[in-house]
C-alpha cells in the first residue's frame, strides 16, 4: 500500500513548522513519529497535499525538571521516556502506560506528543497524562496557550490543538512517591485495549489518602473516574474497600460496543481493571 | 521528488525519491535489498524490521525521506563476510524457521532487543519480540535460538 502523492517539508525549528502550516492551512498535516500517521496514509484513510515533518526539530525532544513538574518535549519517543530515570521517579505511572504501548520497534518511532494529538480513545498516553494533571502547552500563530489535560481531549481523534497549531511539550506535575499501575486488557498482545485503567495512588501506611484513576477506551476520549477516586480518598489499600470504590468506575462513560466487547461488558471490565491497577498502585 | 543521503549497511547511497516512498520499498526496489520483506504492510507483522541507528523499526511504518541523514542496517549487513551474526547462527542452530518469510524481521528485532537487554529472560524475549509475528513456528524455537544467542553474546555486536 502506498500513501497518495504529496509534498513533503521538514523544517528544523518550530517556527519554521509553525510557518509551513500556517502556509498551507487544512491541506497540511503534522509527521510525528508516523506510526499512527503512516499507517493512515498508506490505506489512503487520509490524503493530505503536505506532509510537515517535525522529526527534525530538536527543540521539540527531551526531558527536563521545572522545580515541581516534568517537561517532556512533544517529539521525544516511547522508548526515550522509557530509559528516563526522572520520568520513572516522578510520573511512573507514564512509564508504567508507555510501557504497553503496541511493541518495542512502534516504540523507537513513536512519539508521546504525537500519540496524544492523536488522541486514539484506546491509547496508552492519553489516560496517564489525564491522571497525572498534566498540562500541553500548544503553539500557533499567536503565540503559545496552555490547556489542561480534562480540557485537552474534546471528542474521537479530536484536541485542543487547532489548525496551524503544534503540540509542544506536556508538563507533568511530579508525582513523587505516588504508586502507579495501568492495567491493560487485550486479546492479543500489542493490540489497542479493550478497556484500560492509570492508576496514581499516594498511600500512607496502608491508607489510600489520594488516588488518581483514569480509562481508556470507555467513550470517545480518556475519562477520569471521578467517582472512584472520591470513594477510594481515606479507604484502606484492601480488596473489599477498593472493590467497593471501583464499582463506580464506570459512573458517567459511554463506551463503545463492537467486535471485541459491547457496552455493558466494557463497564463491568472498567471496575474489574481499576480494582486491580489501584491495588498494584498502592502495592497491596 | 526529495533528494536523501542515507547510509545503508555500510555503504552510503544518495538518491532522489517520491516523498511518499516508503523505506521498506527505497530497500528493495532502489538499493535492490530484498532480503528485507514486506509481510504485512499494515505495520503489525515486523516481517519488514530494519536497524536505523541501531534500533528497530517497522522499515514498512517510516517514509524513505525520513532516514535522509541515517544510517540503516538490514538483514543483508548483519553478518561479517561469510561468518553470521551470532543470532543468525542461533536461528540456524536451533530451527527457528519454517517458511522463513518472518525471519529477517524476527533476527533484526532480536539483535536490537539484545543490546538494549543482553542476558534476557524467556518471558523477556516473548515480550520483546511481540511485535514480530511468525504464522508457522509457534514461536518455541524462535525463542529458543534468542536466548542462546544472548548465551554467545549476541547482544554485543
Redesign the interface.
Known amino acids: ?8 517539508l ?1 523544517p528544523t525549528t518550530l517556527d519554521e513548522a509553525l510557518a509551513a502550516l500556517a502556509e498551507h492551512g487544512e491541506d497540511a498535516k503534522v509527521l510525528g513519529g ?2 499512527s500517521l ?2 493512515v ?3 489512503r484513510l487520509n490524503a493530505p497535499e503536505v ?1 510537515v ?1 517535525l ?1 527534525r526539530i530538536e527543540e521539540l525532544r527531551g526531558i527536563r525538571e521545572d522545580g515541581d513538574t516534568v517537561v517532556i518535549g512533544a517529539m521525544t519517543t516511547y ?1 526515550d521516556v522509557l530509559a528516563d530515570a526522572t520520568v520513572t521517579e516522578h510520573i511512573a505511572l507514564l512509564h508504567k502506560a508507555i510501557a504497553e504501548v ?5 516504540r ?2 513513536g512519539t508521546v506528543g504525537g500519540a496524544i494529538v492523536h488522541a486514539d480513545p484506546a491509547g496508552d498516553v492519553g489516560p496517564a497524562v489525564l491522571a497525572l494533571d498534566a498540562e500541553m502547552v500548544i503553539a500557533g500563530p499567536g503565540g503559545r496557550r496552555t490547556v489542561g489535560a480534562a480540557d485537552f481531549f474534546t471528542d474521537l481523534f479530536e484536541t485542543a490543538v487547532g489548525e496551524g497549531e503544534v503540540l509542544v511539550e506536556i508538563r507533568l506535575p511530579k508525582h513523587t512517591g505516588w504508586g502507579a499501575h495501568y492495567e491493560k486488557f487485550v486479546r492479543v ?2 493490540q489497542w485495549s479493550i478497556v484500560a485503567v492509570a492508576a496514581t495512588v499516594r498511600a500512607e501506611g496502608g491508607t489510600i489518602a489520594e488516588a488518581k484513576v483514569a480509562l481508556a477506551n470507555m467513550g470517545a476520549t480518556p475519562l477520569r473516574a471521578k467517582a472512584t477516586e472520591v470513594a477510594l480518598t481515606g479507604q484502606p489499600a484492601t480488596d473489599v474497600a477498593v472493590r467497593e470504590a471501583a464499582a463506580s468506575a464506570a459512573d458517567g462513560t459511554n463506551p463503545p460496543s463492537d467486535l471485541n466487547g459491547d457496552a455493558d461488558y466494557r463497564r463491568h471490565l472498567a471496575t474489574v481493571l481499576t480494582r486491580r491497577a489501584v491495588l498494584a498502585a498502592a502495592g497491596s | 521528488m ?1 533528494k536523501i543521503s542515507v547510509k545503508v549497511d555500510g555503504v552510503t547511497y544518495s538518491d532522489d525519491v ?5 523505506l521498506v ?1 527505497y530497500l528493495r526496489e532502489s538499493l535492490g535489498k530484498v532480503g528485507t520483506v514486506v509481510g504485512c ?4 507483522c ?1 516481517a519488514c ?1 530494519v536497524h ?1 541507528d541501531g ?4 522499515s ?4 524513505a ?2 532516514a ?1 541523514g541515517h544510517e540503516v542496517t538490514t538483514i543483508e549487513g548483519l553478518a561479517d563476510g561469510d561468518t553470521l551474526h551470532p543470532v543468525q547462527q542461533a536461528f540456524h542452530d536451533c530451527h527457528a524457521l519454517q517458511c522463513g518469510y518472518c525471519t529477517p524481521g524476527m533476527i533484526m ?1 532480536a539483535t ?2 539484545l543490546k538494549d537487554n543482553p542476558t534476557p529472560t524467556e518471558h523477556e524475549v516473548r ?2 519480540m ?3 509475528l511468525c504464522r508457522c513456528t509457534g514461536y518455541h524455537n524462535i525463542v529458543r535460538a534468542v536466548l542462546a544467542a544472548a548465551g554467545e553474546g549476541g547482544g554485543s555486536q
Open positions: 500500500m502506498i500513501p497518495v502523492s504529496f509534498d513533503y521538514a508516523g506510526q503512516l499507517p496514509l498508506r490505506m506532509v515533518d522529526g522508548a503496541a511493541d518495542d520497534q512502534i523507537h518511532r498482545s500489542h | 526529495a517520491e516523498a511518499r516512498m516508503l520499498h504492510d499494515t505495520s503489525n515486523g524490521t536505523l534500533r528497530s523499526v517497522k514498512c511504518n517510516m517514509l525521506v525520513q535522509d528485532q536490537s532487543f515480550v520483546g511481540e511485535g514480530n
